[in-house]
């Protein structure tokens, strides 16, 4: 990639790491672009245009977007979510998890309802150099464990 699409190509995978690149020439995220957002294998990260892009990929798969803090309704119908995240995946599911507390009035408010449990190594969902499959959540870390504190 050359240095006159550098910032471009940021604004389509913002959040990059050494794990993005393994056995890719550029960041895998890219491909989320090119195949599922704007069904277009010659996409170039260079043309991104944040408008036109962001635009398509919301009528395209806006049914991932999972921004929204507010979890009170699912709070009120006494449903219980497990997350996990693993700890070399550059998605934003820890920034998440501390919106989704603010929003709700604290930790303390959210720890019975919703549970964030780290995975030392594993990516994004899965593969990665640490473990990456597991049964239950007891094979994770939950956030705030002293464990995951001596990795920071």
């Known amino acids: 990639m050359d240095e006159a699409c550098h910032a471009v190509a940021m604004m389509a995978a913002p959040v990059l790491t050494a794990v993005d690149f393994v056995d890719h020439s550029e960041p895998a995220r890219f491909d989320f672009w090119r195949y599922w957002a704007l069904d277009?294998?010659?996409w170039d990260p260079c043309s991104f245009d944040l408008d036109r892009d962001l635009a398509k990929a919301d009528v395209k798969v806006g049914f991932f977007v999972a921004n929204n803090s507010d979890l009170g309704a699912f709070r009120r119908h006494k449903g219980k979510l497990l997350m996990y995240h693993g700890l070399a995946d550059p998605v934003e599911t820890i920034r998440y998890f501390g919106s989704v507390a603010?929003?709700?009035?604290?930790?303390?408010?959210?720890?019975?309802?919703?549970?964030?449990?780290?995975?030392?190594?594993m990516t994004h969902c899965s593969s990665g150099p640490g473990p990456n499959t597991f049964?239950?959540?007891?094979?994770?870390?939950p956030v705030g464990d002293h464990r995951i504190r001596r990795l920071r």
């Open 135 to 141: 049964d239950t959540p007891r094979h994770a870390l």
């Open 40 to 42: 277009n294998p010659e």
């Open 102 to 121: 603010k929003a709700m009035g604290g930790r303390e408010r959210i720890d019975l309802r919703l549970r964030l449990f780290m995975v030392p190594g």
